[in-house]
């Protein structure tokens, strides 16, 4: 058993100086919409959020998948930094909530942006690749 773990980290350490030389790829980023990918948290929170009028008894819809794809892309080694990644995602938020029917709606929407803003602020450091 010894002999087998030390042939495997033989050859793996061959393989890390092999491939020392090498150039690097550069790794595309995968969006998955909003919510991060550790735990399969975008499955938790929503891309869409639903407004519902009592008035018009109809539910407006304010869909952040493109704002959310745009930051995933932003935070994976674009070159920009975490703040302005973080302000842009903001600002495409406010972009969809401002499309809203009503006032209130809109409101309503910018408060969600917020939040999500926040928790990016927040929690969103350990995700973001320079």
């Known amino acids: 058993m010894r002999r087998l773990i030390l042939a495997l980290v033989g050859i ?8 020392a030389g090498s150039a690097v790829k550069t790794v ?3 969006p998955n ?4 990918s550790a735990l399969a948290l975008y499955y938790v929170i929503p891309d869409k959020i639903y407004y519902f009028h009592i008035t018009r ?22 070159g920009i930094d975490r703040a302005t ?3 842009n ?3 495409g938020m406010l972009a969809v909530c401002n499309r809203g029917w009503t006032a209130t709606s809109r409101t309503w929407c910018r408060g969600w ?3 999500y803003y926040q928790a990016v602020r927040t929690f969103g450091g350990f995700a973001y690749t320079a």
């Open 12 to 19: 793996l350490a061959i393989i890390a100086i092999a491939s």
């Open 85 to 87: 990644c973080d302000t």
């Open 89 to 91: 995602f903001y600002n």
């Open 57 to 78: 008894w109809r539910t407006e819809t304010f869909d952040f998948t493109s704002a959310c794809n745009a930051h995933d892309i932003c935070y994976s080694g674009s």
């Open 33 to 36: 919409g909003c919510g991060p």
């Open 113 to 115: 942006a917020w939040t």
């Open 28 to 30: 595309e980023a995968a």
